[in-house]
């Protein structure tokens, strides 16, 4: 019997959305909850589960397509009570599988994947007590299936979960790189940790972090996304805009038609914050995360809201009103391959410096995976916007209406500066802040800035502030 999945409501407001990612083919053994698509809606990108479990007989969209709720995305042959049995002999299939994969999952045919020959990693979740050792594959399976293969048709699909894709961040690991062992070759967290532990024992190389502080150098051009046509100069790509890339357009307008803006710039000494920064021990505040300069940032902000409530406001036009915000919810302006989004940390006042730290890795984690609400990228007070991390010094960044100021940070660098008549090497940190005009005058911005600056030179201060 044929049986319709269609999309099922995506939240308050949302009626559609464009598929980003397919993650099934006609022919496939479906489960309930089983991921058919990811579908990108306004700024969140959320995958769509199937509610029936059958063969896939039809897939009624494909990358690219708008997808409206109620609208069928796959016709299935019968529901299944089951998932098919692995044919190999029993006892080989429970040496070949780990305790943390069901048995089910293995597809016939494939040969035991990076997961089965290492044990997991401590990441604070529980680890294999023995390793399983390998076991060499029957005769009949000598040739791999393709459909156990990681999909390699060019389009980009990267078959794995958000939880895979967090553990991917959090260990540095390209997914690209990684043969899943899951169903169709779908990655799992184990796959990824035994990737990062393979990459760990093999010989050192640069890391992540260390290569992308250093740009490289290359003399290839980049050929842009999109389908080759011509236009009357000459041959030209065209690529249909994202949802997330068409409401930042729509933002970015609205805010610069609305917002009458000011910039201020100025420098902060954090040669004493960096050498506080430097001396905190690896690994104390978690595994895998490192204390950046950015939650001495947000803190130092937060304070300065506090006093400055004008700031930390907003302008209700249709009542005419000023709007003064007692919560201190920051938005960190986040660089992700789908565009700039702005989750937000929330009552950043009334957190210390460990908990911002740890908060700001979350929400940046989760928008870099698109794997965050709608909700998350509201309600926000203020803006902070890291243009160091990619490099720059100043700029004039672009107001987040119907907030009234963003503060932009550039890449901090050593400079000669004049202190009791000498000449001393330190540290400074560029900033620019914007702000609406129509409600901060240039002074009030100015000991805003003033604020920022002391708490930032006085890393103390930040410490002892509740």
């Given at each position: 019997m044929a049986i319709e999945v269609k999309l099922p409501e995506l939240g308050e407001n949302v009626t559609s959305g464009d598929v980003v990612n397919v993650l099934i083919n006609v022919g496939d053994e479906i489960d309930v909850n089983q991921g058919?698509?990811?579908?990108?809606?306004?700024k969140a990108v959320?995958?769509?589960?199937?509610?029936?479990?059958?063969?896939?007989a039809k897939v009624h969209f494909k990358k690219g397509d708008t997808i409206k709720v109620g609208q069928v995305l796959v016709t299935l042959e019968g529901a299944q009570s089951e998932k098919p049995v692995d044919k190999s002999p029993p006892k080989t299939e429970r040496k070949q599988t780990p305790e943390t994969e069901p048995a089910p999952k293995r597809q016939p045919g494939t040969e035991p994947s990076a997961a089965d020959k290492v044990d997991s990693p401590a990441l604070g979740m529980p680890t294999e007590e023995q390793e399983p050792q390998p076991v060499p594959s029957p005769?009949?399976?000598?040739?791999?299936?393709?459909?156990?293969?990681?999909?390699?048709d060019g389009d980009d699909v990267i078959p794995?979960?958000?939880?895979?894709?967090?553990?991917?961040?959090?260990?540095?690991?390209?997914?690209?790189?990684?043969k899943g062992s899951g169903a169709r070759g779908r990655i799992t967290t184990e796959d990824v940790e035994a990737a990062a532990k393979s990459r760990r024992a093999a010989p050192p190389a640069a890391s992540p972090a260390k290569a992308a502080a250093e740009p490289s150098i290359s003399l290839e051009p980049v050929v842009p996304p999109g389908d080759v046509a011509q236009d009357s100069w000459g041959q030209v790509r065209r690529e249909k805009m994202s949802k997330i890339r068409k409401t930042i357009a729509a933002q970015m307008r609205l805010s610069w038609t609305t917002v009458?803006?000011?910039?201020?710039?100025?420098?902060?000494?954090?040669?004493?914050l960096e050498r506080m920064r430097q001396g905190v021990p690896k690994g104390l505040l978690g595994a895998n995360l490192r204390l950046t300069s950015m939650p001495f940032v947000l803190k130092a902000v937060a304070i300065a809201l506090r006093r400055h409530p004008l700031l930390n406001a907003s302008i209700d036009e249709e009542k005419e009103e000023i709007t003064y915000k007692e919560y201190v919810h920051l938005g960190i302006a986040v660089d992700t391959p789908r565009g700039l989004v702005v989750p937000k940390v929330r009552n950043v006042d009334r957190m210390s410096i460990p908990e911002i730290a740890r908060a700001v890795a979350a929400v940046a984690e989760r928008a870099r995976a698109v794997?965050?609400?709608?909700?998350?990228?509201?309600?926000?007070?203020?803006?902070i916007s890291n243009l160091g991390a990619v490099g720059g010094t100043y700029s004039t960044p672009i107001i987040n209406y119907p907030e009234v100021a963003i503060l932009l940070l550039g890449r901090s660098?050593?400079?000669?500066?004049?202190?009791?008549?000498?000449?001393?090497?330190?540290?400074?940190?560029?900033?620019?802040?914007?702000y609406d005009h129509r409600l901060v005058d240039g002074a009030t911005a100015a000991r805003f800035l003033n604020d920022v600056i002391q708490y930032l030179q006085n890393p103390a201060l930040l410490m002892l502030a509740e």
């Open positions: 058919l698509c990811e579908l990108e809606t306004d959320v995958e769509i589960p199937s509610s029936e479990a059958g063969r896939v005769p009949t399976q000598a040739a791999p299936s393709a459909k156990a293969e990681a999909p390699s794995a979960g958000p939880a895979a894709r967090r553990v991917a961040r959090e260990l540095g690991v390209d997914l690209r790189q990684v009458p803006h000011v910039t201020n710039f100025d420098d902060a000494d954090i040669t004493d794997q965050f609400s709608v909700d998350e990228l509201r309600g926000g007070s203020f803006t660098r050593w400079l000669p500066v004049i202190r009791s008549e000498n000449i001393e090497k330190r540290y400074m940190m560029p900033l620019s802040l914007s």
